[in-house]
């Protein structure tokens, strides 16, 4: 992987760490002018982070490029990175962990939703991990701070799309799951 090779002497996880900060960096930069969609105003990359230690902690092994992959993941949809840079940036099997999370921009928004849910089933184990982090993300972000021209019922339907796309998961991580279920209690049954 082009500049994620060990320098002599760097441990492995001395290289780990130093090709997932890249990562984060990358993605600051390229998301900078972005913001969440929610009243809070907050800056994107902290969407990006949020997905990225998810998934950290769902891991029992150690997954380096899933956990870049996440850092990344909304860079091709979001900011117009091509899966080209991301491969010869971040490695081939980044690039394609970040497309296999992406939306075709060119359809519509319900097609691209409709979809999501059709394709959930055939996502591999790693896009299903990144998925569900993603979507814990933002199901926590709508409640903690809703977009302002969102009606609850408009709301109510985001987390009934969510559902439907993480049920759809063959394989989906325990611990991930098990958190989406949560948030998605809290919101529909609030105490
Ligand atoms: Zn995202």
């Known amino acids: 992987m082009p ?16 090709a997932i900060l890249k990562a984060a960096s990358f993605a600051a930069e390229r998301h900078a ?19 990225a230690h998810l998934v950290s902690t769902a891991l029992s092994e150690p997954d380096t490029n899933l956990v870049i ?13 091509s899966k080209d840079e991301l491969a ?6 980044v690039a394609g962990l970040v497309a296999e999370v992406t939306d075709d921009k060119s359809l519509p928004k319900a ?23 993603d979507k814990i993300s933002n199901l926590r972000a709508i409640m903690s701070s809703p977009p ?10 985001y987390f009934a799309w969510a559902k439907q796309v993480v049920d759809g998961f063959t394989a ?11 948030t998605h209690r809290k919101f529909t049954t609030p105490s």
């Not at 500049?3 to 130093?18: D, N, Q, W």
């Not at 302002?148 to 339907?157: A, F, N, Q, V």
């Not at 989906?172 to 949560?182: A, D, G």
């Open 3 to 18: 500049e994620t090779s060990s320098p002599i002497g760097a441990t492995p996880e001395l290289t780990s760490v130093r």
């Open 172 to 182: 989906p991580n325990p611990l991930l799951k098990e958190e989406f279920e949560r």
């Open 148 to 157: 302002p021209d969102w009606s609850l019922e408009r709301r109510r339907e």
């Open 111 to 133: 097609e691209r939703k409709r979809l999501q849910v059709v394709t959930a089933p055939s996502k591999s184990v790693r896009a299903q991990i990144l998925k569900l982090a």
């Open 33 to 51: 002018a972005q913001k969440r969609k929610g009243a809070a105003g907050e800056p994107y990359v902290n969407h990006l982070l949020e997905v």
């Open 88 to 93: 010869e940036t971040f490695g081939d099997d």
């Open 69 to 81: 992959a996440a850092l990344l993941h909304d860079t091709i949809e979001d900011v117009g990175v």
